[in-house]
């Protein structure tokens, strides 16, 4: 049986989650989420992973969302639970300690796009389009559309793209903060990757502080962020890695670091 998601290690450190339903636009069924989740777990579990990157399989879709043939055979009931597994998976992705990377290989529509918004950072390929369609539908984001994308690129322009409809180019949606990277298709993979080598030559234990100070604030008032901050900066003083940082910025050479 193929595989719905498949996952690899680059370096030892860079690890990649390609989705894998090319002929249903990488659509999200039960059981791929499933998978998802399982790996999450793994990820989470393992210490060598510095960075996450994930991508699509295929050239035209980076995720179509929710897998609306396996929805139209569900109930009411079922349906709404189908929308909630969406959307903890993607507060799963969030919760990722390491900085995770959306390898937007073609398009992000709906569910797509609401994928995205749950990683750190996004590269999409030139030509891209993104949007969140739902009202179109009759419904809305459910899956952290309607919170994320304010929270990125402003409310102003959020209510217009979930208000329309509309969807942007990546030629667009990097104008207005929706995206920080395009890159033609044959070379997204390896600018995603040299994105990634450049996070992961700073140290993890500083990683992991930093996305957490920034997330864990991003809905308290400045004071209480600056205290988070100071705190996660008291957690790194006495580690291995601040002392070897500092060694090897004495010393004119390339620090080695190893999360301790």
Do not use: W
């Amino acid at each position: 049986m193929t595989s719905l998601v498949h996952f690899s290690i680059q370096d030892e450190q860079i690890g990649i989650m390609t989705l894998n339903r090319p002929e249903q636009a990488n659509s999200l069924s039960a059981p791929m989420l499933e998978e998802i989740n399982q790996i999450i777990q793994e990820i989470k579990h393992d210490e060598s992973i510095r960075c996450l990157l994930i991508t699509g399989a295929g050239s035209k879709v980076f995720c179509a969302g929710a897998d609306l043939k396996e929805r139209r055979l569900m109930t009411e009931a079922e349906a709404k639970g189908a929308v909630l597994s969406i959307q903890q998976t993607f507060i799963e992705i969030e919760s990722i300690p390491v900085p995770v990377i959306a390898v937007m290989n073609g398009h992000a529509l709906g569910g797509g796009l609401e994928l995205a918004l749950a990683c750190d950072l996004r590269i999409a390929r030139a030509g891209a389009r993104l949007g969140l369609p739902e009202t179109g539908l009759a419904i809305i984001p459910g899956a952290g559309g309607t919170q994320r994308l304010p929270r990125l690129i402003g409310l102003g322009k959020a209510k217009e793209l979930i208000f329309t409809g509309a969807s942007l180019q990546a030629e667009e949606a990097i104008q207005i903060g929706l995206i920080e990277h395009i890159s033609v298709a044959d070379s997204l993979m390896n600018d995603a990757i040299s994105l990634a080598k450049q996070i992961i030559k700073n140290g993890p234990l500083a990683l992991k502080e930093a996305k957490q100070a920034i997330q864990s604030s991003l809905d308290h008032d400045l004071h209480t962020g600056l205290t988070k901050e100071y705190e996660a900066y008291l957690r790194l003083i006495e580690t291995e890695d601040r002392t070897e940082g500092l060694r090897a910025f004495q010393e004119k050479r390339t620090p080695q670091y190893r999360g301790r």
